[in-house]
């Protein structure tokens, strides 16, 4: 398996632009996650899925940022309009989830989507 | 709720010496253990994990944790350091919540002196 797949590596773009970060978790896990990493705040939880369906999205900032996961093979983070406290390093994570045994609950993390917005 | 602890954003030791990473936890059930190890741009990977049973965890690259309930704690071991541990270390927290929701701490930084 390829790993947990995330793009854009790299995006730069200005304030009020939209932005659309993508992943393709493992094949066959059931969960989902999206975490940001920033020197301030460190990793936070923005929100995970389950089977597809979102579980906790308490961790997204503000109604700018929206994800969906239309598929076990894919889901995005979007942001509308982004601004510059929005610069970091979004990551996507995958694990087996309920039920899968002893490694259910491990991520396979992404290599990471560095956002900057001027 | 679930919360982790990590103290000291920065943990300095020489190579050879024991490394010492602390974390304490808290949550209102049982809780699944984690460290995961971040190398310079680079997602986050797997160093090792409590779930039940024996709470001594022996993980990758010499590195140990062990579970102690009394304590709320999970710190991460290693006896003697190599110059290839430096990166940053996160240990993190988990419950099955329809799905695992993982929750890390703020991570510490391991600088190793040669």
């Known amino acids: 398996d390829a790993g947990v797949i995330q793009s854009p590596r790299h995006e730069v773009t200005e304030m009020g632009q939209e932005v659309t970060l993508r992943c393709k978790p493992i094949s066959g896990h059931n969960s989902l996650f999206w975490y940001r990493q920033t020197m301030m705040r460190g990793l936070e939880l923005l929100i995970y899925f389950n089977n597809n369906v979102p579980i906790d999205d308490s961790g997204m900032p503000e109604d700018r940022f929206s994800a969906k996961m239309p598929n076990a093979s894919f889901s995005t983070l979007k942001i509308q309009p982004s601004e510059p406290r929005d610069s970091a390093v979004y990551f996507c994570?995958?694990?087996?989830?309920?039920?899968?045994?002893?490694?259910?609950?491990?991520?396979?993390f992404g290599a990471g989507s560095r956002l900057t917005v001027l | 709720a679930q919360s982790v602890t990590q103290l000291g954003s920065h943990v300095s030791v020489s190579e050879g010496a024991l490394v010492l990473l602390r974390c304490n936890y808290s949550?209102?059930?049982?809780?699944?253990l984690f460290w995961y190890v971040q190398y310079p741009n680079q997602g986050l990977q797997l160093l090792l994990k409590y779930t039940t049973g024996a709470t001594l965890v022996k993980g990758i690259n010499g590195f140990e944790a062990e579970f102690k309930k009394s304590e709320t704690s999970f710190h991460l071991t290693k006896p003697s350091a190599h110059m290839s541990d430096a990166a940053e270390y996160f240990c993190?927290?988990?419950?099955?919540?329809?799905?695992?929701?993982?929750?890390f701490g703020a991570g510490t930084r391991l600088f190793v002196k040669a």
């Open positions: 994570a995958s694990s087996p989830g309920t039920g899968r045994g002893t490694g259910a609950n491990v991520l396979t």
């Open positions: 993190a927290v988990s419950r099955n919540t329809g799905g695992f929701k993982t929750i």
């Open positions: 949550s209102s059930v049982p809780p699944y």
